[in-house]
Nanobody
């Protein structure tokens, strides 16, 4: 039973954009804050952005002004619009409930390289 399914990653040049999507089962999504996380090779997974059920957002400093998190409650989907991408944004990106995460999905690879 797949509860979290991330998509939208890929290879992009520095300065480019990507839009990630995460489809979550209703039981996870409804009334819960959702977060986007990333894990780069050799590093710990980190929270990138989160959004409450009411739409309040938080961003880690390194992505402020470049990334935008949003959600569609009718579709149980959370998005991450990533602009002005940098090589240091290269990572596997995951979504999950915040703060009490559940089993992680497979994530989606984002590679920023020329």
């Amino acid at each position: 039973q797949v509860q979290l399914a991330e998509s939208g990653g890929g290879l992009v040049q520095p300065g480019g954009s990507l839009r990630l999507s995460c489809a979550a089962s209703g039981s996870i999504f409804r009334f819960n804050a959702m977060g986007w996380y990333r894990q780069a090779p050799g590093k710990q997974r980190e929270l990138v952005a989160r959004i409450t059920s009411g739409g309040s957002t938080y961003y880690t400093d390194s992505v402020k002004g470049r990334f935008t998190i949003s959600r569609d409650n009718a579709k149980n989907t959370v998005y991450l619009q990533m602009n002005s991408l940098k090589p240091e944004d290269t990572a596997v990106y995951y979504c999950n409930r915040y703060p009490n995460s559940i089993s992680w999905g497979q994530g989606t690879q984002v590679t920023v390289s020329s």
